[in-house]
């Protein structure tokens, strides 16, 4: 059975972008009678810690939304296990390196992210050992700089090269490349859509995923929602959360609406509607569903408040 998921990390409220994705991810499931799952992607401790409660909030705001999902939600941090086990049988080794080394060596930056230039791959045993004393290593899978390609509905085909990328942090917990993909494998998840700031991942993702034995998904990376100044909608915005947005007057039905109109889909008060008015249609090809969202929540108010649909 076709199955899809959303997963957010439980740092902060779900935003109006957040919640696009997450109405996106559940039409692109529950439009082929798929399965749509919830997973918690808490593994920053840190971060989930400084934002007690928030998890349940998310889950909350979901289902106020109208979403439903299939069986328990699960949780990454009650996973650590499962992660180990997934790699033991891949070419690994440990790195020493330091963000700032991998920046110095690096020839090719892509965007944020810089390619692991191979610097540990060869050390001896006696510089493993002599670096170990300095510093904690981290896990790197080696893959030698493949090509692999990923299909998503709307980018079509994406290759991108695969470098030797960490697998574990040198604190011992799981990178999120490696849980995203055990998990993702071990729930039977083939359709991932989710923003398309992840899609230069999803090619080491889907090769890291054919060598676990899982079934590479198909994706749908879709548009950010940006704020005013152009730049990603974060927590230091005006809020946008529902408990926000139904305190200043917006009902959810014109969230709902809302969020349905922002990616050029039909709008609709429920989710079941929406399903039924593009149930057969290819809604995915929706150019604007790939393009940044501009939120200006003061209009949403405005409009609301003053009965603009």
Known sequence: MPTGRFAPSPTARLHLGNLRTALLAWLFARETDGRFLLRIEDLDQQRVAAAPGIAATQLTDLGRLGLDWDGPVIRQSTRLELYRQAVSGLDTYECYCTRREIAQASQAPHGDYRPYPGTCAQLTTAERAARRVARPAAIRVRAGGEQFTIEDRLAGRVTGTVDDFVLFR???????????????GLQGVDQVCRGVDLLDSAPRQAWLANRLGFTVPEYLHVGLAINQRGGRLAKRDQPTDLDTLTARGVRLAEVLRLLCVSAGLPPADTPGELLAAVRGSRWWHQPVIGQPWRVDPEDLTHRSLNGAE
């Open 170 to 184: 040198n604190d011992g917990a799981p990178a999120y490349n490696l849980a995203v993909v055990v998990d993702d």
